[in-house]
Nanobody, 125 residues
Framework: QVQLLESGGKLVQDGGSLRLSCAAS????????GAWFRQAPGKEREFVAA????????DYAEPVRGRFTISRDNAQNAMYLQMNRLKPEDTAVYYC??????????????????WGRGTQVTVSS
């Protein structure tokens, strides 16, 4: 069982930057694919980015490609999402997620059995 805890969400201005963190703990904390999702009010949860266990393989949703960077530090059992050039449409609750797939990057919500509780990111215009 993997426990995930996000942090770093806050209110930022349009064009600003923010770095989210996700701390992992528990049994099975090694060998997992990590991902970030987000959910805006009234919308379904959507894929943002994913990273393989070794960190060499990444995948990004088109709306964030070139602005967001996913990374991880396995020695610290941590995963990060650096968000630059933020836009009001990036406003959402951001969740980190994990599955035990090593290099199998997945986009569907249903592919991830482990979830954090989320952290709110609000981008003001």
């Amino acid at each position: 069982q993997v426990q995930l805890l996000e942090s770093g969400g806050k209110l930022v201005q349009d064009g600003g930057s923010l770095r989210l963190s996700c701390a992992a703990s528990g049994r099975g904390v090694t060998g997992y694919v990590g991902a970030w999702f987000r959910q805006a009010p009234g919308k379904e949860r959507e894929f943002v980015a994913a990273i393989s266990w070794g960190g060499s393989i990444t995948d990004y949703a088109e709306p964030v490609r070139g602005r967001f960077t996913i990374s991880r530090d396995n020695a610290q059992n941590a995963m990060y999402l650096q968000m630059n050039r933020l836009k009001p449409e990036d406003t959402a609750v951001y969740y980190c997620a994990a599955h035990n797939g090593l290099t199998s990057l997945q986009r569907p919500v249903t592919a991830y059995p482990y979830w954090g509780r989320g952290t709110q990111v609000t981008v003001s215009s």
